[in-house]
């Protein structure tokens, strides 16, 4: 399956602790997204990335919040000093290199809860 | 960014029931996808259409671009597609960033 493909699906975190969430893109797809859902909203729009680049992080939360797609691994989604406001769905898409014209593809999503 | 809305915000079907759920945006979109949410949460691909027509299976989806709206069609209901249907599109301005709808919650009951 080549899908998109992110781990924990779910992760468990004590307040003040730290959350790392993976996403491996498609197999072939360079572009990388994250998207947070929170209990009965729809998703928003955090972060885009490009191979050890960010493009677009306008969604994601000024502090403890920052992400990464290196040039070799998964992209990763980083919350630190977790609090309980931090407990959602978090999900990441990819989208081939051809640029504007792609559709997204999602992941599962990993969800995230904060005792 | 641009404004998504959905209608209805909900929809109780008896099962083989057709409906039709609409999306409006406020601006052009050049990327325009249909989306299910089961209710494990699993997010579902069912159209990219940013114009025109297609169809699979007993799910179909038209895109008018010039009105900026979309329409999703299920036909003979079945239980399984039950669950939260979004809409998202992105505009040239914000490449990369799909807005999301607010969804619409579908219960197919037998």
């Known amino acids: 399956n080549a899908g998109v493909m992110q781990n924990p699906r779910h992760l468990v975190r004590r307040r003040g602790q730290e959350a790392r969430l993976r996403c491996s893109p498609m197999k072939g797809h360079s572009h990388v997204y994250w998207y947070r859902q929170l209990p009965e909203e729809g998703l928003k729009f955090m972060v885009y990335l490009q191979k050890e680049n960010i493009i677009d992080e306008s969604g994601m939360p000024k502090e403890r919040f920052s992400a990464e797609f290196p040039k070799e691994g998964p992209s990763i989604l980083r919350i630190q000093q977790v609090v309980r406001g931090d407990s959602a769905a978090y999900f990441c898409?990819?989208?081939?290199?051809?640029?504007?014209?792609?559709?997204?593809?999602f992941g599962d999503g990993t969800r995230l809860s904060i005792l | 960014g641009i404004q998504v809305e959905q209608s209805p915000p909900d929809l109780i079907l008896q099962e083989g029931a057709n409906s039709t759920l609409r999306c409006n945006f406020s601006?052009?979109?050049?990327?325009l996808q249909w989306f299910h949410q089961n209710p494990w949460g699993q997010l579902i691909n069912l159209f990219y259409i940013p114009s025109g027509t297609k169809q699979n299976g007993r799910l179909s989806a038209t895109t008018v671009a010039t009105e900026r709206y979309s329409l999703l069609y299920i036909s003979s209901s079945q239980t399984t597609d039950s669950g939260v249907y979004f809409c998202?599109?992105?505009?040239?301005?914000?490449?990369?960033?799909?807005?999301f709808g607010a969804g619409t919650q579908v219960v197919v009951t037998p």
């Open positions: 601006d052009s979109v050049n990327n």
């Open positions: 998202a599109g992105m505009t040239t301005d914000s490449w990369g960033k799909l807005q």
């Open positions: 898409a990819s989208s081939p290199p051809e640029g504007l014209g792609q559709p997204q593809h």
